[in-house]
């Protein structure tokens, strides 16, 4: 969907109003593909993941949420994030495939240090924030999920750490991410068989929080941020930091080692072998 028609969704207008359309507006002539809309009466940002066709993370895209992130991060009046999606059947496909099939060392480089980036600076988040999943959100998608405070998750989607299905393997902050989710049983369950779940599968484990019908979740979670931001800021973020800190120094000592890790394996016959034949089930599946 064009920007064009994005704004004359009546739900979309009628949710954020004149003034907000405005402010997203002057937003997007930064990217058009990560949608942000901060409300200065309630200091809460909408922040839209919109590359379409289904929110792939490649390099560039990373980079804007990066930005978007940090934008946001030195707005004192930006108090709490709802992540969400301008696709209404994905929240995000994960990382972009076609950065890791085939590719040029220094990009492929490059990508991973910028999806660390995205974790540490969303995971450490000084914001209250809560994903508002209306659509699938597979790896990359449900890693963004797993950063934020409270999921909640619109019906009949599917959402997990699926890496070991394409002969990958989530790195150990993905799988930290999830854990401090849902716990290490169900997190070594979910990562090794790389399980998809639907979303009442994901709420049964306690991945989600809430499951919500698709014309609510925007509202749901606007809702459930009044109640986060009725706190003192500095007592929620220094309980948040004290719980998240761990992790993201744990990735901060083995950056580099990590970024290793990731090239050497990723560049390996073998796995560009599984990367090649997911991608072709992949395009076979969607020219059905
Ligand atoms: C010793 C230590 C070593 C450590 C090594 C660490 C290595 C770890 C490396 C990486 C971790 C990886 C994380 C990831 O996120 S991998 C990505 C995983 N994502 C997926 O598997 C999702 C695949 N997509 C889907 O399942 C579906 O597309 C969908 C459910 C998201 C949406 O379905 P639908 O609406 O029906 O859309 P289509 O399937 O028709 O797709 C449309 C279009 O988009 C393309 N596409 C889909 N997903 C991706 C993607 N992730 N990247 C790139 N492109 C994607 C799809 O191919 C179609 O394209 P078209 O044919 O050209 O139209």
């Not at 972009?96 to 991973?112: A, K, N, S, V």
């Not at 790896?139 to 934020?148: I, R, S």
Request: aromatic share 6%; glycine share 6%.
């Amino acid at each position: 969907m064009s920007l064009k028609q994005l704004f004359r969704q009546p739900m979309l207008r009628a949710m954020l109003g004149r003034q907000h359309i405005q402010a997203l507006r002057s937003m997007t002539t930064q990217s058009d593909k990560v949608l942000v809309d901060l409300d200065p009466k309630t200091g809460v940002a909408v922040v839209q993941m919109n590359r379409p066709p289904v929110n792939s993370l490649n390099l560039e895209f990373l980079s804007d949420i990066n930005n978007t992130l940090d934008k946001l991060h030195n707005d004192k009046s930006c108090r709490g994030l709802i992540l969400t999606s301008s696709n209404n059947k994905v929240f995000c496909a994960g990382l972009d495939i076609m950065e890791m099939y085939q590719p040029q060392t220094d990009r492929l480089t490059e990508f991973w240090k910028t999806l660390q980036n995205v974790w540490m600076n969303l995971y450490g988040s000084r914001l209250a924030t809560i994903a508002a999943i209306n659509g699938h959100s597979p790896a990359g998608g449900c890693l963004l999920a797993t950063c934020c405070d409270y999921r909640i998750m619109v019906q009949n989607f599917t959402i997990g750490l699926n890496e070991t299905q394409l002969g990958i393997i989530p790195p150990f902050w993905f799988v930290d991410s999830m854990e401090g989710v849902v716990g290490y049983r169900q997190t070594e369950l979910a990562c090794q068989k790389g399980l998809m779940m639907t979303t009442d599968q994901a709420s049964k484990i306690g991945l989600v929080d809430e499951v919500v019908t698709p014309e609510v979740v925007l509202q749901k979670a606007q809702n459930e941020m009044v109640s986060w931001l009725k706190i003192p800021d500095y007592a929620r973020q220094l309980t948040k930091s004290q719980m998240k800190m761990p992790n993201i120094n744990k990735l901060r000592a083995r950056r580099d080692e990590d970024v290793q890790h990731f090239v050497n394996f990723i560049t390996k016959d073998s796995v560009q072998q599984a990367l090649g034949f997911y991608i072709e089930n992949l395009k076979k599946k969607a020219k059905k």
